[in-house]
């Protein structure tokens, strides 16, 4: 029998934020690629990163690095589905579905995810409709362009104000397919079609995306934003990750996306407690 949680989206504002594990089942995914394809060994990092504090756990079967390639929608069934389906059988979190594809979005909410994570915003054919359908929350991220190709000169004439205008658009789109407001999660997307001073602006004017009035996820675990700051390589990024993570927290951020649980949730911990005792 499942014990997956359910997940309110709404509840999320005022509230402590999250952490959301990152459980990539892919061979090329940047950070921890290759390293948890088999079922037995995603579930045990699932269950590692839950004790550590985590509250969600996302699971993606397509890399979205900068330079990644697309994967067939088999594929991505075959990496997420038994994975989704044994951590909802055998553990209490949350499940997110990164994915931006519709056919594996209805089978992972079959299979008991909680929530619908797509880095394209519910963009592909059939996405909104079927995210509608489910009935799930869904997180909606901003991304200039395709992983294949979207770090290759990104421009922005103001990044903030275009960022919160593609995801206000993206919020009027699920709305106008039928999924609740109080279902809607924004994440501005670090990384994803920008530099080092794009995502620097968006993190200092994450208060600013609040005004949208909804939840914020926020994940700049290892990225190259941290590397390009302190010159150093994806393994080397944790302090970096733990700041920036504390930093997003007093901004606001109600999720903070991670591959470091256990550090990053003492973090989010007190950058919280501080930020809650100057409101």
């Known amino acids: 029998m499942s014990v997956t949680k359910s997940f309110n989206a709404a509840a999320l504002m005022g509230e402590k934020p999250l952490v959301m594990g990152v459980l990539n089942v892919t061979p090329d995914s940047f950070s921890d690629g290759g390293q948890y394809v088999s079922v037995t060994s995603a579930f045990d990092h699932a269950q590692q990163m839950i004790n550590e504090g985590a509250a969600i756990i996302d699971v993606g079967g397509e890399s979205t690095r900068p330079g990644a390639s697309p994967v067939s929608t088999q594929q991505e069934l075959d990496r997420v589905i ?5 951590i909802s059988a055998n553990l209490d979190c949350v499940i997110s579905l990164d994915s931006s594809c519709p056919q594996v979005m209805e089978a992972a909410a079959q299979a008991g995810a909680s929530l619908l994570n797509d880095v394209r915003a519910f963009q592909r054919e059939g996405a909104l409709k079927v995210a509608a359908k489910t009935g799930l929350p869904v997180c909606l991220m901003h991304m200039r362009g395709e992983p294949k190709t979207m770090q ?3 421009h922005y004439n103001s990044v903030v104000a275009e960022v919160q205008a593609f995801l206000l658009a993206r919020v009027e ?13 924004i994440d501005p997307g670090f990384g994803f079609g920008k530099t080092l001073d794009h995502n620097l602006q968006l993190l200092e004017a994450l208060a600013q995306l609040k005004e949208l009035g909804l939840p914020l996820l926020v994940g700049m675990s290892r990225k190259s934003m941290i590397g390009a700051i302190l010159n150093n390589e994806t393994g080397e990024r944790l302090y970096g990750g733990l700041a920036l993570a504390a930093i997003a927290v007093t901004q606001g951020a109600n999720i903070i996306r991670t591959h470091d649980v256990g550090p ?3 973090a989010v911990a007190v950058a919280y407690a501080v930020s809650a005792s100057t409101n």
Do not use: H, M, W, Y
């Open 82 to 86: 038994p994975v989704i389906e044994k």
């Open 264 to 266: 990053t949730s003492d």
């Open 173 to 185: 789109a699920c709305l106008e397919a039928g999924i609740e407001r109080n279902k809607i999660i």
């Open 152 to 154: 290759q000169q990104p």
